[in-house]
């Protein structure tokens, strides 16, 4: 009932059939592939008697020595998608269908449906999530419309006081970003960005015209930036970054607005700001931003198998450091 598309096959079609989402799409999967060498593309096809088959975008983990089927759907926030090979979006009974074999199929998977998209309601267990989405379905007007007047009047301010926003196509995009991360980690108090350098390199790489890093620059130099993706509907915010120095310029304003004109303007329905647990005050901007809440659920699959498994090795480590 289920088999593994390779590389070739997902790229194929991808190109005919895009995802609504980049999370979904083979940029992501390899960009992943490449800076994380245990996890690989794993797109599956799951068949339905007598009807179309599904096919899920997914990584397969390593494994381990005892070669566990283990697969996530997506790693670091990202979602996945259930779609037809004609490239539409199964309807919620067949989501249904599709997780209930691959909870038979997998060892242990991790699913993050597409929170725009069909929601399943089956009943496994799973983690609740929130993403904040700007809705450009009635075009950049609209959704401006939405905007908090204070947000309008700071985005305005920035671009006032010399403030640009565009994306950079030049070499030292990446270094130049990754260095503003490093100050935000620092204003944070971690010894490291979150996000290594070398995948944002791959996603540059793997993406094309379909990732970009964006930068709000003042005083001729890079004061804010952020890496945004575009999939067919959907152009996601991933990552952010800002010099607290200059903040008062208010360059997070203004990168925001450039970033849903240019959503706009190449036709996306949805401006995904994705979540924000945890950080009340980033909630609050994405909200005067005029985003809406989005609720979607991560299903957690485990066979009995591997929940003992896993129980074992956490009984062996505790003893370990006992």
Known sequence: MIDRMTVAEWLEYDAKYPAPTFFARPAWALALSQAYGSMQPAPLRVRVHGERAVIVPMMQMHGGALRWREFHAFPLGGYTCFLHQDGTLADEVRTNYVIAEIA??????????WPLGPQPTIRLGGAEHETAVVDLRDGIDTALSGVDGVFRRMAGQAERRGVVCAPSHEAGAVDAYYELLEESAKRWGLERPGIPK??????????????????????????AGGVVFYGAR????????????????????????????AAAQRGMSW???GSSEGLPGVARFKKDLGASAIAYREYSLTRAPYRLYKTVRRAIGMRASA
């Open 198 to 223: 070398a995948l944002i390199a791959a996603l540059v790489r793997h993406g094309g015209e379909n990732v970009e890093i964006w930068f709000a620059r003042a005083q001729g130099r890079p004061i």
């Open 271 to 273: 401006y995904n700001l």
């Open 234 to 261: 959907e152009f996601f915010f991933w990552s952010a970054a800002m010099l607290a120095e200059f903040g008062r310029l208010r360059p997070s304003n203004a990168l925001n607005f450039a970033l849903l004109r």
């Open 104 to 113: 038979r199929f997998a060892d242990a998977a991790t699913i993050v449906p």
